[in-house]
Nanobody, 124 residues
Framework: QVRLVESGGGLVQPGGSLRLSCAAS????????IGWFRQAPGKEREGISC????????YYADSVKGRFTISRDNARDTVYLQMNSLNPEDTAVYYC?????????????????WGQGTQVTVSS
């Protein structure tokens, strides 16, 4: 049973930082990619970052490039999203997702498995 569990969300002031975690279990192979997505109220789910487990290649949406960093700890089967310089536009539910074969990393349809999401609210 493949399972993804996000944690680390919360309320933060503008300019602050948070680190999200995505703990994975049930995978039989490490050759997959993990993506982070977010969905704000009334908006579509947006791909913001991805990391390819076997080679460590990373990808970012322009909206978060230079502020967010994705990383992985294969020994813990966990992927992290370090978020700095947060602003109110970053407020959303953040999801991690896993794919066995990623083509377009930002495309929600490329991912087979999803976590339940964690709320991030940026507000003063």
């Amino acid at each position: 049973q493949v399972r993804l569990v996000e944690s680390g969300g919360g309320l933060v002031q503008p300019g602050g930082s948070l680190r999200l975690s995505c703990a994975a279990s049930g995978f039989t192979s490490r050759y997959f990619g993990i993506g982070w997505f977010r969905q704000a109220p009334g908006k579509e789910r947006e791909g913001i970052s991805c990391i390819i487990s076997h080679d460590g290649n990373t990808y970012y949406a322009d909206s978060v490039k230079g502020r967010f960093t994705i990383s992985r700890d294969n020994a813990r089967d966990t992927v992290y999203l370090q978020m700095n310089s947060l602003n109110p536009e970053d407020t959303a539910v953040y999801y991690c997702a896993a794919s066995m074969a990623i083509g377009s990393w930002w495309d929600v349809t490329e991912y087979e498995y999803w976590g339940q999401g964690t709320q991030v609210t940026v507000s003063s």
